[in-house]
């Protein structure tokens, strides 16, 4: 009867092939043969696991011999496996961090046994993996780099489901890090649409806006089915046009919207509708991006005259715009008047230091701060202020926190709910606090 071999912690450190692979290596045995011994330590498999479970599938008898190097085994088995499987960076970091429990175990046994007490004790003292901290010889060992294996330390912390999918080269250390801060189910949303393959940065970023946005979505809809009788809270579901009815000529004290930046039709149909329905004198502010900004301004000048343009420096990273190669630091807000031209009611800085986009209600969601700073300069409380492309809300809530009035409009459904859901908990939590 054919022995069986366990396997040896060490040899645990590295994951175990497919089933799929398991049968290519198996073809592989059938043509070629056994080429290397599966190699035995302390009477389990120390390496060649994989062959070991090949060797059977393929009809071939496998082959052993007892591992009789110097020095220590585990830095043995390290460095074989590193030229053989070539590890990645995030791949040798989740290995770092594994090792850590059995140096730790070694320094352990190192600091009971003394060098003066006979050879076994010597040469037992010969086979561990050197001295010093075990993080120390884990990322020597390894040849990792440092900030990656604490990261991989907090991705177990967080959520340790990630790892394997580390060690396994379906994603990176510092994308498997930006994954461990969503919730649990947001990850398990974005890990089912990988599909166990691996996905590059840009991916996972889409990937994750993906499931973002379908989980506000979904709550935005139970909120809506839960709460009937909440009103609209003056978010209108349709396209900007519903608002010439729905407003008066020159009853508007101020528009300000965030437009798709590369659809400069819009731009030019809202400054005709912000022509007939500001009051004279008022305002319409737009959020813009610079590609477009020349069309843009061309556009909203047939209707409105060009008042000012306020710079919002981006408060966190750099947005890419790769049709010119440009690391983009700012945006414009672009102000344009209903004759005749005025100066703006209080002083205000045409420089912004922004907060960031806020994506808790949507994708490209501006902060509310800079929102509210622009409405409390130029309006007064009670005053009358438009959103026609409402998103997620963010300029109807700075009007609700300052006291004014506001109408707003979004083309897609599902927006309009989490817009309207989030004005509807601010009112709640209004009531909670008071």
């Known amino acids: 009867m054919k022995k069986h071999y366990d396997f040896h912690p060490i040899c645990l450190l590295f994951p175990r092939m497919t089933d799929e692979e398991l049968r290519e290596l198996a073809d592989d045995l059938k043509i070629k043969g056994l080429l290397h011994d599966i190699v035995l330590y302390e009477g389990k498999i120390l ?6 479970l090949a060797c059977p599938m393929a009809g071939v008898e496998p082959r052993f011999s007892e591992w009789d190097g110097e020095g220590s085994p585990l830095e043995w088995v390290i460095s074989e496996n590193m030229v053989r499987r070539h590890l990645t960076s995030s791949q040798r970091a989740v290995l770092a961090l594994e090792l ?9 046994e190192r600091k009971r046994l003394s060098p003066g007490r006979g050879k076994n004790t010597r040469k037992k003292l010969r086979m561990f993996s050197g001295n010093g901290e075990a993080r120390q010889i884990a990322a020597r060992m390894t040849n990792s780099n440092a900030a990656y294996v604490h990261a991989v330390k907090n991705i177990r912390q967080q959520a340790p489901e990630l790892l394997e999918k580390v060690r396994n080269g379906i994603l990176k ?3 498997a890090a930006k994954l461990a801060r969503l919730s649990r189910s947001e990850r398990k949303g974005v890990l089912r649409l990988c599909e166990g393959k691996p996905v590059s940065a840009a991916e996972l970023h889409d990937l994750t806006r993906q499931v973002k ?3 506000r979505q979904r709550a935005a809809r139970a909120f809506a089915r839960s709460s009937k009788s909440v009103s609209n809270q003056g978010i209108i579901i349709g396209d900007m046009d519903v608002l010439w009815k729905r407003l008066d000529d020159d009853s508007t004290d101020l528009f300000m919207t965030d437009p798709p930046y590369a659809d400069v039709d819009s731009y030019g149909r809202l400054a005709e509708l912000a022509a007939a329905k500001l009051k004279p004198g008022g305002l319409c502010l737009a959020y813009t991006g610079q590609l477009h900004l020349p069309e843009i301004m ?3 000048g047939r209707h409105l005259r060009y008042w000012w343009m306020i710079a919002v420096e981006f408060g966190g990273q750099h947005c890419a715009i790769h049709p010119r190669r440009i690391q983009n630091a700012w945006k414009p807000i ?3 008047a209903k004759p005749p031209i005025r100066k703006a009611p209080n002083w205000l800085s045409d420089h912004l230091d922004g907060g960031g986009r806020d994506k808790q209600h949507h994708d490209w969601g501006q902060d509310e701060s800079e929102v509210e700073y622009l409405i409390q300069r130029l309006t007064e409380p009670g005053q009358l202020v438009v959103d026609p492309f409402c998103g997620g809300g963010t300029i109807p809530a700075a009007c609700k926190t300052l006291g004014r009035r506001w109408l707003a409009t979004e083309v897609d459904r599902a927006t309009a709910l989490v817009a309207r859901k989030r004005l509807a908990e601010m009112s709640m ?4 606090a008071g």
Do not use: C, F, Q, W
């Open 47 to 52: 390496d060649g696991r994989n062959r070991y």
């Open 100 to 108: 850590l429990p059995i140096l730790e175990k070694e320094a352990h």
């Open 173 to 175: 250390v510092p994308d």
């Open 213 to 215: 946005k379908e989980t």
């Open 298 to 300: 061309e556009a909203m």
């Open 334 to 336: 672009i102000a344009y």
């Open 429 to 432: 939590s209004k009531k909670r």
